[in-house]
């Protein structure tokens, strides 16, 4: 395995590529999809193989909300397991990839709107190492979190992800980790295991911000609570819908839009993902 000091050497000697970096939104849909052999899974794994390998893996997950923002700095991030009632064998999982204390200083110090701080403390949520884990099994590529600042709003997070773009030509994969739809208190839990289930509001709002992604009519999505009823509807609170324009802020003008695992799950809820690039 690759040591400790070579991954955190590696901003120091890893210049600007011709290519940028894709970037990813990941529906991450139940901490169970961390453990299951099913289509979402497959297809996490399936995106890693098909887009460059990255250098270092950067997550803003719905589950890390801070005040101010925050960066895991430490060496090796522990495997939080932020949920109960779920079997035991999911709390059991560790995924140990290192962490970069570098990347972390250099990405505080390419972000200028606001102070990032370094954090020893978090480590990677299960928006996070459910899907990572699946995508590099391995566990030797780095991975950090970017927190959220949960006193902020829609258009902050938007800007503030495009101070992130160096970090694209320099080979790091950025994802934010979220779902599109999710209203927890809506879910049709007698229809969890149907293969695909939503609501009609669900659906027609899924549709709707699809078509203001590829259109790149970010601005629409910034300030989704004029598109509608729907749209309030799938966003009861804002922490899983942030991470998708932390993805769109990172768009640059010759990146391609493809969608996947676009499906509704338990009525309320969708896992369609975007990649970028």
Partial sequence: ??????????????????????????????????????????????????????????????????????????????????????????????????GSPELAKETASIITSTQVEMDHDWGLDHGAWTVVRHMYPKANIPVLQLSIDYT??????????????????????????????????????????DDEYGYDWAIQINNKFKELIRSGEHDKLIKYEKLGREAMMAIPTPEHYWPLLYTLGLKGSKDDITFFNDKAVAGSLTMTSVLIG
Avoid: C
Wanted: glycine fraction near 8%; avoid cysteine; charge should be positive.
């Fill in 152 to 193: 902020k709003g829609p258009q902050y997070h938007y800007d503030l992800a495009k101070e992130l773009m160096k970090l694209r030509k320099k080979g790091v994969l950025i994802m934010g980790s979220g779902n599109m739809v999710h209203n927890l208190r809506m879910v049709a839990w007698d229809k969890l295991n």
């Fill in 1 to 98: 395995m690759t040591t400790l000091s070579a991954f955190n050497r590696f901003t120091e000697d890893l210049g600007e590529q011709d290519q940028l970096m894709p970037v990813l939104f990941m529906g991450h849909g139940s901490p169970m999809n961390g453990i299951l052999d099913n289509e979402f899974s497959q297809k996490w794994a399936k995106v890693a193989k098909e887009i460059p390998t990255p250098k270092a893996v950067l997550v803003v997950s719905a589950h890390w909300l801070s005040k101010g923002t925050r960066i895991t700095a430490m060496d090796f991030p522990k495997t939080i397991h932020d949920f109960g009632g779920f079997p035991q064998e999911l709390f059991q999982v560790q995924y140990n990839a290192p």
